[in-house]
């Protein structure tokens, strides 16, 4: 390989998880790293005195232009929008801090940051990158990186709940359990898995049947979850998975791959299901994915 190519390949795990961080896309993120790669190309490597700062910060500009065109095209969108499933192949518990960043749950919430905040929180707290590194990168002051780090911090930190790192063994053992009691009708032990306050949201662009509004309780998820299992009846069929470092199902009927619903879990309960049912994105979910930082 060139060495472009060759120093862009080594990073590229990192760039990637960088990319997917901001937007929540994984499609996404590859065109953003594509057309990274071709801006890198052309660069003067005699010029470049730290490959992996360069790169953080080329790929961090890309990902912001496409999240703000993102945002623009969201205003249409039909119900929630989730993140794009990650199929991962590390282990969550190796690295904590890397598997609660590209978890679902603080995926959502950075949703809420505007896409300053949201590459200011990444870049800091994810991946360690100085004030004055992430100043250069947007194009701002050291003092006003630090206001919007303050800022982001204390936003994500107002909303996220406790994250808990599921080993891969535990992760199997609770899909397998779940599954099970849903697809015996096994209400009891399906209402013994979930916290009272749990809450299924899926996101479908409706462009196929799902819940337009997340539902909360454990008695409506357990039921809504159950008249699922019955809707797909003899030809549905499940595969347990570990997606964004959490427990999942990857939803089949016939060979046509319908879904992938990912849980969060806290103190042994599950307390959201995020449910991916949108088939613009699933294009990509069973590819799997290297991410570091």
Not at 82 to 89: K, N, Q, V
Request: aromatic share 8%; proline share 5%; hydrophobic share 45%.
């Amino acid at each position: 390989m060139s060495e472009h190519a060759d120093r862009f390949t080594h990073l590229r795990p990192l760039l990637f998880t960088i990319a997917y961080e901001i937007l929540g896309s994984a499609t996404e993120s590859d065109d953003v790293l594509q057309e990274s790669y071709l801006r890198w190309a052309e660069v003067d490597l005699a010029a470049v005195t730290d490959t992996k700062a360069y790169l953080a910060r080329l790929v961090t500009r890309q990902a912001l232009n496409a999240l703000r065109a993102q945002s623009r095209r969201r205003e249409d969108y039909v119900g929630p929008w989730l993140p794009e499933p990650l199929l991962t192949e590390a282990d969550p518990s190796a690295d904590v801090v890397l598997a609660e960043s590209v978890s679902m749950a603080m995926l959502v919430v950075l949703e809420t940051l505007s896409p300053d905040e949201r590459a200011v929180f990444v870049l800091r707290e994810v991946f360690g990158f100085g004030h004055d590194e992430i100043a250069a990168t947007l194009g701002k002051s050291t003092e006003a990186v630090r206001q919007t780090a303050h800022r982001a911090r204390a936003h994500v930190q107002s909303r996220r709940k406790r994250f808990e790192p599921v080993d891969p063994k535990v992760s199997t053992e609770i899909t397998t359990r779940f599954f099970t009691a849903a697809a015996t009708g096994d209400l009891d032990g399906l209402m013994a898995m979930l916290a009272p306050d749990v809450v299924w949201t899926a996101d479908s662009d409706g462009k196929v049947s799902a819940a337009r509004r997340p539902v909360a309780g454990a008695d409506r998820v357990a039921r809504l979850i159950m008249g699922f299992v019955r809707q797909a009846g003899a030809d549905g069929r499940v595969e347990p998975a570990v997606y964004n470092s959490a427990p999942a199902l990857v939803l089949y009927l016939g060979d046509n791959l319908e879904g992938v619903v990912t849980f969060e879990v806290v103190d042994g309960r599950i307390t959201n299901f995020y449910a991916m049912r949108n088939p613009e994105k699933l294009a990509g979910v069973k590819v799997p994915r290297q991410i570091s930082r």
